[in-house]
């Protein structure tokens, strides 16, 4: 399916629910995905409307100067990429339901409950019926995590690294787990810091992360995610 018409109020929806729990169009870097996107738009998408997009825009628009050597095929058209249709749900009352059919075939494990059956063989099945349900109900699934190496760019080769680590490590969030760091050189004596953390998926956002180092705008001019890979 792809995307839509980006000048619209479909298109730009489309584009918000994308970016949500994304930094880049596709993959894990920037790319031909991100600038044909980019240039699809004829200008920032309002923040107070479209705040994932707009943070988005602004993130591209610092490689503005780099989009002729993004990996990718520039002659991609911004629309081949995107959601597919399997992935959007344009309206949610057409999505589907879960129906009293799952209780029901919790029910059939242990027989029919006819009318017929004698007392004894319902409670009986009452009583296996109950028990399954407790131990299903005390089944708990292990937190899914994942580790990310992050790379946090600073403005220029003046950017105080180690108060910059500080501001960075000083961010805490409930199921966020800080690993080992290590400068990297860029170009011109600038280096970024790189950094691994654990997350559980289930609590911590890496788009609303991002979005908090990037708010430390004195020391922070961009930050990418280099790896990720579930545990």
Request: aromatic residues 8%.
């Amino acid at each position: 399916m792809g995307f839509v018409d980006l000048m619209t109020d479909a298109g730009l929806s489309m584009l918000e629910s994308w970016v949500i729990t994304r930094s880049y169009v596709s993959g894990y870097g920037p790319s031909q995905a991100d600038v044909a996107s980019f240039k699809a738009l004829p200008g920032p998408p309002k923040v107070e409307k479209y705040p994932h997009a707009w943070r988005w825009y602004k993130h591209i628009a610092s490689y503005q100067s780099e989009f002729s050597s993004l990996p990718g095929d520039p002659s991609k058209a911004y629309t081949t990429y995107g959601p597919e249709k399997s992935e959007m749900t344009l309206n949610p009352k057409d999505a589907p339901k879960e129906t009293a059919a799952d209780e029901e075939e919790d029910d059939d494990l242990f027989g029919s409950d006819d009318e017929s059956e004698d007392e004894e063989s319902k409670k009986k099945r009452e009583e296996n019926l109950a028990a399954y349900k407790k131990k299903k109900e005390g089944k708990t699934k292990p937190a899914a995590k994942s580790i990310v190496t992050l790379d946090v760019k600073p403005w220029d080769d003046e950017t105080d690294m180690k108060q910059l680590e500080q501001n960075l490590r000083g961010i805490e969030m409930d199921g966020l787990t800080w690993g080992a760091s290590k400068l990297v050189p860029l170009a011109f004596g600038i280096k970024k810091l790189q950094v691994n953390l654990v997350v559980e998926d289930e609590k911590v956002s890496i788009d609303e992360l991002q979005q908090q180092i990037e708010g430390d705008e004195d020391f922070v001019q961009s930050t990418d995610v280099a790896a990720m890979q579930k545990l």
